[in-house]
């Protein structure tokens, strides 16, 4: 069982910058692939980013080149490095830890792009 609680949200004009940080507890952190969804109003939730337990990423073409995850696996924590925000990045940010068939996710964060 892994618990999963997100910050870090909020409101930021259209060019600036988030960071997201999900905290894990309640198994061993380092041995589940960590990840970062989000969902849109009357949108579907999708994949933002993505990170194994040996560190490799993956990200939606959507985001490349402006968000960045990163793990640290002795804080336990995951972050998202949102740069140069747009207001179609605004949704429900949620993370996720994924371990075989297991799946968790927190309660989700909110992120507001608008000027």
């Known amino acids: 069982q892994v618990q999963l609680v997100e910050s870090g949200g909020g409101l930021v004009q259209p060019g600036g910058s988030l960071r997201l940080s999900c905290t894990a507890s309640g198994s061993v952190f380092s041995r589940y692939a960590m990840g970062w969804y989000r969902q849109a109003p009357g949108q579907q939730r999708e994949l933002v980013a993505t990170?194994?337990?040996?560190?490799?990423?993956n990200y939606a073409d959507s985001v490349k080149g402006r968000f960045t995850i990163s793990r640290d696996n002795v804080k336990n924590t995951v972050a998202l490095q949102m740069n140069n925000l747009k207001p179609e990045d605004t949704a429900v940010y949620y993370c996720?830890?994924?371990?075989?068939?297991?799946?968790?996710w927190g309660q989700g964060t909110q992120v507001t792009v608008s000027s």
């Open positions: 990170i194994t337990s040996d560190g490799t990423t």
């Open positions: 996720n830890a994924q371990k075989y068939m297991n799946s968790y």
